[in-house]
């Protein structure tokens, strides 16, 4: 019988997690019953999210089990199908394992079409990542021009986008972000009005007074911590706050109290909403047609880091919480027979 390599939990990891938490097991490659489709995965995606699945707690996304295999978001090639709906050769995408071949059910995948733009996009622009900040930003945030919006982690999947939304909408938009490189990209290929590199700045508070003159409408937060704190005490009257991630707190062992914040909400009336993209289920066909006309007429730009080799998705999922990646972080399995 043919083979396939999956990646299982080892154990759970106690702060940040480290490659002794990630097993490569070699198994039987599965077969597909009827209404059933097997794949082979061609792009998985690695995302900061996942680091709450490695724990043994409630959360909106159900934990993984130790000793099983990981779930990721995937973009493939059918190999073999039993539901007449697709064929192999079909693209799909869908939230399968960390595996180079795996089977669902044809109803838990979306078509792919590979020529409106490279397949790799359908995990990132145009796939989660894009309809979060999409949502995110418009529903939550609800920009107006002339308005400020800050995004933190500027210059990830999810941020890069928001901050190019919020220009089309005619916004003042200011990032942050780890690394000169990363604040140079916002500002010269993104079109960021500026951008704060917060681990080379003493005092973030008033690099955010410098950028933000006339205060902050929109504050769109993927990071928490001590960016959010310099954030809240600018906060204009009628603020939108969409919460999207804690990155800074994912591998933290018990959580740090920072500044009491609940005040600021009642002098400035402003509101703070968390998001779950989960929730947009129905709406993501209007989203990613407007992501891809805003690529066709070059008025958004995505950038991808792609790790070649399953075997490396660990290495790829560990880069995220060192800040190494700029955009969206790929891991490339297979290059596919379509």
Not at 112 to 121: M, Y
Not at 165 to 174: K, N, Q
Not at 240 to 262: D, F, H, M, W
């Amino acid at each position: 019988m043919a083979t396939t390599r999956q990646w299982h939990l080892a154990s759970r990891p106690v702060g940040e997690p480290t490659a002794e938490n990630f097993e490569l097991v070699t198994v039987d490659r599965p077969e597909p019953d009827d209404g059933e489709v097997l794949v082979e995965t061609r792009y998985q995606s690695v995302d900061p999210y996942m680091r709450g699945r490695m724990r043994d707690a409630e959360s909106y996304a159900e934990p993984w089990d130790v000793g099983e295999p990981m779930k990721a978001s995937v973009v493939g090639e059918v190999l073999e199908s039993n539901d007449e709906g697709l064929e192999a050769g079909d693209i799909v995408t869908g939230d399968l394992l960390w595996a180079e071949h795996a089977v669902a059910s044809a109803d838990e995948l979306r078509r792919v079409n590979p020529n409106l733009a490279p397949v790799s996009t359908a995990l990132g622009v145009l796939g989660m990542p894009g309809v979060t900040a999409y949502f995110g930003l418009l529903d939550v945030g609800e920009p107006k021009p002339g308005d400020t919006v800050v995004v933190s982690a500027g210059a990830g999947a999810v941020g890069s986008i928001v901050g190019q939304l919020a220009r089309i909408a005619g916004a003042h938009v200011v990032g942050t972000a780890g690394s000169d490189e990363k604040v140079n990209w916002l500002t010269d290929d993104l079109g960021f009005d500026a951008a704060i590199n917060y681990k080379e700045t003493d005092d973030l508070g008033g690099a955010l007074e410098d950028a933000c003159p006339d205060g902050i409408d929109v504050y769109f937060d993927n990071v928490g911590g001590p960016i959010t704190d310099a954030v809240w005490p600018r906060l204009n009257v009628r603020a939108r706050v969409a919460v999207c991630g804690q990155i800074s707190q994912y591998n933290a062992t018990e959580v740090p109290t920072g500044p009491r914040k609940l005040a600021t909400l009642i002098e400035k009336r402003a509101r703070v909403e968390g998001l779950l993209v989960s929730d947009y289920e129905g709406r993501w066909g209007e989203a990613l047609e407007r992501l891809a006309g805003f690529i066709d007429s070059d008025e958004l730009e995505y950038r991808e880091e792609v790790v070649d080799g399953f075997e490396n998705a660990p290495d790829a999922f560990l880069g995220l919480f060192e800040g190494e990646n700029i955009g969206k972080q790929l891991v490339k399995v297979a290059d596919g027979s379509a």
